[in-house]
């Protein structure tokens, strides 16, 4: 039951908060606040205090500018760090218009509307995160470089993993704001680390990876270090991924398991992986949203390349882990840590979904290595390749009808418009490459 205004204003004071940062997501994904003195914490969960939309990414026209931030009680945190202003709160907001309604472009109602969806067929969402991320040292001046803070790879130890004490540090960060931590180790890039987060509702697992993504890079700056979520920041190391894990539930129990079925999946598993395959293409256009996402999605390096599933190897898109009964969950491993978390959520739901809801029916699962295959093996097997560059993604959203439908028109047209600027700004550069390879040659 979500805490009463009376009862967030009596713990910001037993807290002795400060300020409080009322914070969403452009449709980009970026984190965006408006922070407040504590006085003002009543009018802000009134619904009271407004912003100029016209600044945000995506947002509204000048002359439509005034929107209002309705802060989520449920959100109420507190950053444990403790800054010279004294300490601050944070309330994740949904975004309305000055009529009350929600806001069309406001991300955080798009995962809300598929959330709904899904409810209205029966069906509560949780979602498991694991999210990776690269520590970089950082010049005289405190510019980010592109130099991993070690030489250590997967799961090592100190002395090798000279990022465990920034790294335990977010851990008890976030717990102490109330995030349920799984795991968390050193990946197997240089510097390259993962933060699993606990499996919670889809609403609350976007807020949290929203937050998560700025607890990190405060901490990392509190050691001296940058982190970055760019998916692949290095040239021939791995990059980040977003590892997003769905489970439906539907009357107190796990709809994807079925102990009848082959491999305790139940006919609804096989259907929501089956729409998750039909809308990937499209999919990706949100959950690889930079032109850098493409250098990630290559083979040899770990990341996803091709539209299929298995329950025994890491290689496809889709993979559902060994041996999990009740507990069966359905990982996606295309995404990576730079999308904006509702948008991604309300996409994979929203095609998982539409798989349930037109009775989809998964090719076979396939247990060999794919990376491994020829491409005639892959063509007979069915297997195609996920979109091979950010254009290409966004030409298969905009022919997806149901993945547009998780946006929302508002949100998927200045999508696709933002992201189309940004290829185009892309593709006119002079890469240097380019001149390594061509200028003495040509």
Known sequence: MAPTKAEIIDRAKTLNVRFVRLQFTDILGVLKNVAIPVELLPDALDGRIMFDGSSIEGFVRVEEYDLFLAPDPETFAVFPWKPKEGTTARLMCDIKNPDGSPFAGCPRTALRRVLAEAREMGYEVTIGVEPEFFLFQQDATGQATTRPIDQAGYFDLSPVDLGEDARREMVLTLQEMGFGIDA???EVAPGQHEIDLSFTDALAAADNIATFRFVVR???????????FMPKPIYGL????????HVLWSGGENAFHDPRQPQGLSRVALQFIAGLMRHAPAITAITNPLVNSYKRLVPGYEAPVYIAWSSSNRSPMVRVPAHQG?????ELRSP??????YLALAATIKSGLDGIRHRMEPPPPVTRNIYRMSESERRQL???????????ALKHLEQDAVVLA??????AER???AKRIEWDIYRQQVHPWEIEQYLNEY
């Open 382 to 392: 069915g297997i195609q390749n996920l979109p091979a560059s950010l254009e290409e």
């Open 184 to 186: 968390t180790h050193h």
């Open 415 to 417: 999508y696709v418009e």
């Open 218 to 228: 405060t901490i990392a700056r509190l050691h001296g270090l940058h982190a970055t």
């Open 336 to 341: 990576d840590p730079a999308c904006n978390p």
């Open 238 to 245: 791995n990059g980040s991924g977003l590892h997003l894990f």
């Open 326 to 330: 009740a507990d069966t969950r359905i």
């Open 406 to 411: 998780a946006l929302g028109p508002e949100i």
